[in-house]
């Protein structure tokens, strides 16, 4: 029998989120009959603890900082035990949102305009309403719809005083479509509809005021499209496992918003309501997840 480490908690500013996605997980490995055992970065033990338990697999269930930006990834490689997700350089290039698009613009992906600042600029790049984001962040922490130069001001200082610098992108008011990529086949897209203006994290994850539409609701070529190109950055980004792709729709076409190598596995995530419409159950979708764990350097 596998014994299977799954790192849970972390000390991300995501950290609830990853309890809730790697206590599903937990249920759903141990009812297959695996041996597993979670670990939570944020305790100062927990290396002793991978060390002492010897397991077969890391099961990374973390999400955010310390999560999913290369740096367990790198423990992991050091331990030489085989882990779940992709590799130290993928992890970090993709937590960067910055760093994801200046590459795969450079592969012809059409990614969202954005600009980047350190310091307060004296005016927006993009006329008004923007969006205003960390470089570094994930299920929508830290992002804001920012509809007047006040609060442009107050949250783009707020978040350069937090993360060092601020990410600008014009809100575009089209249709929001998640692509989930496992294993370097594109499974399937879903549209997200929130019922609130802006698809924040209250959305994700607290109010329930979101519709999911499975297929999404765009035309079969840009379907096509979607997936092809949802393949081929996972190509270019050499990911590994689940992998979850988001874009922005409109008049027939869309733009990368961003790369998530550790997409969230909650009763609220999206990877595994479109593994359900394809008829993977969230049992099958965790062991698929499990079997792909490898040792990236050797």
Not at 7 to 13: A, D, Q, R, W
């Amino acid at each position: 029998m596998k014994k299977i480490a799954l790192l849970i908690g972390g000390k991300s500013s995501e950290r609830e989120v990853s309890l809730k996605t790697g206590n599903a997980i937990f249920k759903a490995l141990t009812s297959l009959g695996y041996n597993v055992e979670k670990v939570d970065p944020a305790d100062n033990d927990f290396l002793k603890k991978i060390i002492e338990m010897k397991p077969d697999t890391i099961f990374n269930a973390l999400h955010g900082t310390y999560g999913e930006d290369g740096i367990i990834q790198g423990v992991l490689e050091l331990l030489g035990i085989p882990y779940t997700g992709s590799s130290v350089v993928t992890s970090a290039l993709t937590m960067n949102k910055i760093y994801t698009k200046q590459i795969l613009s450079h592969y012809n992906i059409p990614v969202i305009p954005y600009k980047t600042y350190r310091e307060l600029p004296l005016e927006t790049p993009f006329p008004l309403p923007v969006v205003l984001k960390p470089v570094n962040e994930g299920s929508s922490v830290g992002v804001y719809l920012i509809k007047n130069m006040d609060d442009f001001n107050k949250y783009a200082l707020d978040i350069i005083n937090r993360y060092g610098e601020v990410v600008v992108e014009p809100f575009i008011k089209g249709q929001e479509v998640q692509t989930f990529v496992l294993n370097g086949k594109a499974i399937g897209t879903i549209e997200i509809r929130p019922k609130r203006e802006f698809y924040d994290y209250d959305a994700k994850y607290l109010s329930g005021d979101t519709n999911y539409i499975y297929p999404a609701e765009i035309s079969e070529e840009l379907h096509k499209s979607l997936k092809k190109i949802s393949s081929k950055i996972y190509q270019i980004l050499d990911c590994s496992g689940a992998v979850r792709i988001d874009f922005m729709a409109k008049d027939g076409k869309a733009e990368l918003l961003e790369v998530n190598t550790l997409p969230g596995m909650t009763e609220a995530s999206l990877v595994p309501k479109i593994a359900k419409a394809e008829g993977i159950s969230f049992e099958e979708l965790c062991e698929k997840i499990l079997l792909s764990a490898k040792i990236h350097k050797k």
